[in-house]
């Protein structure tokens, strides 16, 4: 119950198409999604609007060039932000980290120029790991929370959540130009998987293998971590590119070890599946 006099904080929220949020939390949350675009072919998609998550991987893999992502337009961002400060509100902005897209600087541009008060942050994280600071952030604003508090709770959160990325397939990174096409053919004609993390917004190689033992061992690893920290976890999500199979393996697992969270899975968004390619899979979760 708020008490009689208490200031109401009037604060919207607003993200891009990578949150991985469901879409029950986007409507429980009244959370506003700014859509990222893909071209195929020649062909552009808008996230959420014209594409699927479920729909890119075929379109992807069926493409004869690597599909190019492209971040919201500033008008976009302004058109939201004056929409949603029509009442009087200021908006909170989480996107996506800002070394896989410039959607932040976008998001920067367009606060400068609507007349609505508008917080824009670079959660350093993407897909789940950045649903969760906007579910966190959604919850604090019921309780009515002010601005600096829940952004103190953002970067609580930023600086214990884990994104642990298995990379299968590097025809993607080698098409993007991430690597040489010499060592993606070495790569690919040795078997090598690939184990990545985000480390504050980066994103670093930890482990390089060939076949997936390796990468199974070193996620046995992180799941030792998660159970063994002095940091209860808090919640769980698992992201893919049509990796069913090894899905299955780690929400068996991690169901046994956490047996009160539940994981959400979920196929991951075209910007990132564009990154990482078929058969990825990724394991994403944050720690009180």
């Known amino acids: 119950m ?28 009244d959370i506003t999604i700014v859509p990222l675009s893909v071209m195929i072919d020649g062909t552009i998609y808008v996230e959420r609007e014209t594409i699927t ?3 890119f991987p075929e379109l992807m893999k069926n ?34 980290m800002e070394s896989i ?3 932040v600087h976008a998001a920067e541009q367009a606060a400068a120029i609507t007349k609505t008060k508008v917080t824009v942050v670079d959660s350093k994280e993407t897909d789940r790991c950045l649903a969760f600071q906007v579910i966190e952030a959604a919850k604090m604003i019921e309780a009515n929370a002010q601005m600096d508090a829940i952004l103190e ?13 298995a990379v299968v397939n590097l025809n993607n990174l080698v098409a993007g130009g991430r690597i040489s096409k010499m060592a993606g053919a070495l790569s690919n004609l ?7 993390e985000v480390t504050d917004g980066e994103i670093k190689i930890r482990l390089k293998g060939r076949g997936l033992k390796p990468i199974h061992k070193y996620l046995d690893d ?34 046994k070890l956490f047996p ?29």
């Open 222 to 255: 992180v799941y030792e971590k998660m159970q063994s920290g002095v940091r209860k976890v808090k919640a769980i999500g698992i992201s893919h590119v049509q990796a069913d199979e090894e899905v299955a393996k780690m929400k068996a697992t991690l169901e």
């Open 63 to 96: 493409a004869k060039s690597l599909p190019k992502t492209s971040q919201p337009p500033i008008g976009k961002f302004v058109d939201v932000f004056d929409r949603l400060g029509e009442d009087g509100s200021e908006v909170l902005c989480l996107t996506m």
């Open 260 to 288: 009160d969270i539940k994981i959400v899975v979920r196929e991951t968004v075209p910007i990132i599946a564009t990154h990482t390619g078929m058969g990825a899979f990724c394991l994403l979760y944050y720690t009180e």
């Open 101 to 103: 897209s410039g959607t």
């Open 2 to 29: 708020r008490k009689r006099g208490q200031i109401m904080t009037n604060i919207k929220i607003v993200t891009d198409s990578s949150a991985g949020l469901t879409e029950d939390e986007i409507k429980r949350y």
């Open 190 to 196: 040795l078997n090598i998987k690939v184990m990545l």
């Open 53 to 55: 998550n479920e729909q």
């Open 153 to 165: 709770k953002l970067e609580d959160i930023r600086e214990h959540s884990e994104i642990y990325l």
